[in-house]
């Protein structure tokens, strides 16, 4: 593949979806945690894009504490998720 398609495929797939989606502060952490998740399974299509760009998700996971986490729940996917897989507690 030539860098210009390296670039569209990866804008098409992942960063335009992702930006779209970018609207609401409490998705943040899914999205980015869903974007790094991805990156990791895009490494055997086009490894030196997605190590770049996990390079650069590490400057992002700053935000990723135990006080902002929880903001997560605020996310309608994940709420729902919730409820219909509920956690087995023993």
């Avoid at 399974?41 to 996990?54: F, H, M, T």
């Avoid at 996917?77 to 219909?84: A, E, G, S």
Wanted: glycine share 2%; charged share 20%; aromatic share 14%.
């Amino acid at each position: 593949m030539n860098r210009l398609q390296r670039m569209n495929t990866f804008l098409s797939l992942f960063y335009v979806p992702l930006w779209m989606r970018a609207s609401k502060g409490c998705d943040a952490p899914i999205h980015d945690l869903q974007f790094f998740h991805d990156m990791v399974d895009y490494r055997s299509i086009d490894k030196q894009v997605a190590e770049a760009v996990l390079s650069k998700l590490e400057n992002h996971r700053w935000y990723l504490t135990e006080e902002t986490v929880p903001f997560v729940l605020f996310n309608v996917v994940v709420r729902m998720q919730l409820f219909t897989f509920p956690l087995l507690v023993e």
